[in-house]
């Protein structure tokens, strides 16, 4: 019954490169599974908002939502036991989005008729960034958030400029057209107003009257030709971010991502990273 | 009676060269003709689904749809039969579009009513590729096509992340809006997101409440900003994207296309490229 | 009542240089007063089609316009003047514009009711890209044809595959949604295809069943990345093309512009540009 | 009862600092809470123009309209007389924001009913752009404005183009369609075309023929192909612009912005920059 702490030690080494890395095949395997779940519970949740469909299959889609809730409870509990620092998992984002995937049907048990749930139940679709690992994207998906991250700066002085003329704009056209047209205060012309800049023109308030329509004219063409400006900012700050492959290991202790794949150590926590796929594969 | 061998073999590679390229004067008039039949059937098969011209001129477009049929079907069996790998040719992508250009209208004779049969006829405008050799812009298409398969793992990360955006805004909106504004479910309402991100905006379904304006705008400007991460991506694949030019000559082996100009075997099987061109021509 | 042959040749010179050039202080005014006429001649052409405004203006407007066009038909004779090739003026680009937009005035005399003269009499609108001499933007304006007229090829591509989409997705969405709900013909279809993909979204025609949406998120979505392609085309051939400053003179004997500003004979027919401007300015 | 000059000069070199830089601890919470007035501010204005919120909260308002005015009342008294030129500054593009902030809301004492002034009013977000110097986004910005500056020639002539384009494609469209199907003139059928070539697609007006949405067709993908062109205009120019930070410094002498980090004298007019912090802080 006294199980040596070592043997111990060696589990959790072997659960953590399942669960956390793919680079081993039931560690591949793991996460194929995960993916579908995830899609799959997500389904379940978008099914079950159709009323005609709900009233039909209601009592499978509840079941089957237990099904996921219980597996995906499995899954963190495994998650926590594995890693070194249960704690830094827990408060981490895609440990929090782990537990928000689970919380919302047990809590339903007991607050009734809570429908706001359903969304955070949604949350867990952000789940599926964990397929990045899987398919060796995470070079990817980080070269491109590099490049978001350097054009940050740039981006927001853009979005100012943008919600300044908007407002402007908005305000003139409730002066120009006025709630006879639909424009029936300055925060609904301003909507308007954002609706026309970005291009996506609804049509469910439109101008009708000469100087509303030039005005349009003119919010068109500029929000037309502005958005060549975040454009050009991405762009050149994508022909410069560089591009470099990255491991899919995680660290056991403070769960940081993105490590070379010649790292022995966490470059975070100094941490050695994955002893075991060094001796035993 | 005897047809010597040599013979056979000469005019196979003469049809070859006609049917298969347009470094010829008789290749060039075939694949023109061949294009304008193309149109032409396309808009046949158009025209025939306009209710008020089916009704007066149906007979006529019948007509013209087994005339092209058979003019397909003949050009067909002779690609067929001037190609070294019969099999390999009928199952590449473009000796399927062939066949399925002429399958429907034989099919339509035993299965009656079949209006499915529509949208395979229409696949016959992927045909219209082979344009592409007949003005040597093979080198253009195969620029851009380098360019999207190199920006291949990025345009998925950021679809994938558009996914994710669009199922979490639009359950937000089931939530805020529901069916009484015409938000009935949540596929309904990722449909919306969709629409309003995209920045296409119908207005069949659009937002009523102030909380509900106040999500799409922030939907909208989003949309607006992210197009320029799939722009970046390709703008900077594409200047990478080393430019050559490429012959128009197909192997009479292997089928493979995208030689370049000055080659004399095939880069793909070693067969000879077109050896009557250098003989005759 | 001998004029001398050297005075009608100065004469026609500095016409010349007055009309067709901008380097002087007298063919700055012409050009000025010029784009002014065009446009005021253009915003009679537009406001005689508001019919509240023609019942009760319509004499006005009318004089007006037999007012601009006497005196295009002034300028058009001058500059056949004092062109050494009228044959060459009349028949260029420009001096065809020049010619519709004082045709269609004449002819509404003997062929009365022709409403569709309006559209001819609107390409007037076309000569004010004479405009570009007069603020030295020739050189920008060349910049951006030529890095166009590189990239059409690849444009060209582009839009093919553009088509060949539009028509399959509008075929299969003509099956899908059937003319129940909007979709009366392919045509039709391929139309709403355009519609979705460009992200322009009226709206006038939009699915309504389950599978229609979900197709036409796919086109939505689709049309939102491929955006990147043309975008990506045109970036890198405008970092390529090279960009230098050109003159406004225009060749006396072959009408061709672009001249560089230290070019002393035209580069294509080898006559000497402008000799009084050397001498006389 | 006798202040020595020099004591004056120092308290409006300090109040200077205060005000108009934000490299200082009192600097940084002046221009914190100025940014929050102002947008609070802007607030008020925007709900007062909502009727039901108004007729509730209309008395609440107008005391924080009138406690804003006053605060930036005095605010402005204090920024002429710390400057040493307070014309310059009154005439400066800020500064008459700035006075504009507080016009309107005196003016309305005695012009009774002047809804007008609620745009002159709600240009107060102008004054949100000092921001910038807060965040140390000066040199994002002016990157940007270098950017769109350097290219501002090519993007006038694009939109020339595209204002020949849309009026020539409006004009006939109004031939096409015409009065019966919403085209009632041109003006009107060449905002159509506006909303379509930008792919804004209100479908308050849109094509009922077959000719008609051919033509739209055609305008669609244009307008989807040529916004290529702007994007390519400004990322080629946004890579050319140089990166460089500049201070939060203001001169006290001719108010110009913009000074690098590390600059002793303002480089426009030679004035001594911000004396006191070398020495105080």
Known sequence: MAVPKEAVQV?????????????TRAGKWFDVILILSILASVLVVMLDSVSAFSARYGAYLYRWEWF????FTVEYLMRLACVRRPL???FSFLGVVDLLA???TYVSLFVPGSQYLIVVRVLRVLRVFRVFKLVNYIGEASVLVRALKASRRKITVFLLAVHVLVIIFGSLMYLIEGPKYGFT???RSIYWA???LTTVGYGDISPKTNPGQALASLIM???YAIIAVPTGIVTSELSLASRKTVSTQVCPCCMAEGHEPDAVFCKFCSERLNPETGQDT
Not at 11 to 23: C, G, T, V, Y
């Open 194 to 196: 954002i609706v026309t």
């Open 68 to 71: 996921f809730t219980l597996m």
């Open 88 to 90: 830094g998992y827990a």
């Open 102 to 104: 689970i919380l919302p």
């Open 221 to 223: 063409v500029l929000g």
């Open 185 to 187: 205060s300055i925060p």
């Open 11 to 23: 589990f959790r080494h072997r659960l953590h490169e399942i669960i956390f890395e793919a680079d």
